[in-house]
């Protein structure tokens, strides 16, 4: 015999705590597509002034990579818009990792389309009293004109996500919105 009794109970038992470890310590990695929907914040139709707007948000996890494509829709109780160009198409790429515990998703803006504020106006502050004596450069934020400058929109440039787990194998909690996992074809 290769091992006697004493022998084979102590290395079931330790192969029934290595799988129990890994399961309550091991990373939350989630894979497959789901589905969900995220308010758009700022945006309505004078239109449809009733109607909500979200985007359809489809989320695909491959082993260590995440994909989010975007599009927008609109709701009013049991009514659905699909726009053709309201509150833009957005295309994310990424990685997922974890982080202090959670599982997060760090994606980055590959494409979009229709895309509002992607470039804001901003308008420095003035300076009230300045010591300064030196000369004013052509691009220094402190010149006053009449004309705000624009710059990029970096909270649509990036996008960070944690990704949480529920009771369910179907439903993926992402940034508090809920996810619904679509089934295998």
């Not at 494509?69 to 818009?81: C, F, G, L, R, V």
């Amino acid at each position: 015999m290769l091992f006697d009794k004493p022998k084979m109970k102590k290395l079931t038992l330790i192969l029934i705590e290595t799988f129990l470890l890994t399961i309550a310590f091991g990373q939350f990695k989630p894979q497959g597509t789901s589905v969900g929907l995220e308010k758009i914040k700022g945006y309505s139709s004078s239109e449809k002034p009733k109607y909500i707007w979200y985007h359809l948000s489809v989320l695909t996890i491959k082993g260590d990579s995440v994909f989010l494509e975007q599009s927008p829709i609109a709701i009013y109780k049991n009514d659905t818009i699909f726009s053709a160009s309201d509150g833009g198409f957005y295309s994310y790429a990424g990685a997922i990792f974890e982080y202090e515990g959670k599982t997060i998703a760090d994606l980055n803006l590959k494409s979009c389309d229709y895309c509002p504020n992607q470039f804001i106006k901003f308008t420095p502050p003035k300076i009230v009293k300045d010591e300064d004596t030196t000369q004013l450069s052509a691009n220094d934020t402190a010149m006053t004109s009449n004309e705000p400058q624009v710059i990029e929109n970096y909270t649509i440039k990036n996008k960070i996500m944690i990704l949480e787990k529920t009771k369910s194998n179907n439903t993926l909690l992402v940034n508090k919105n809920i996810y619904r996992r679509q089934k295998q074809k």
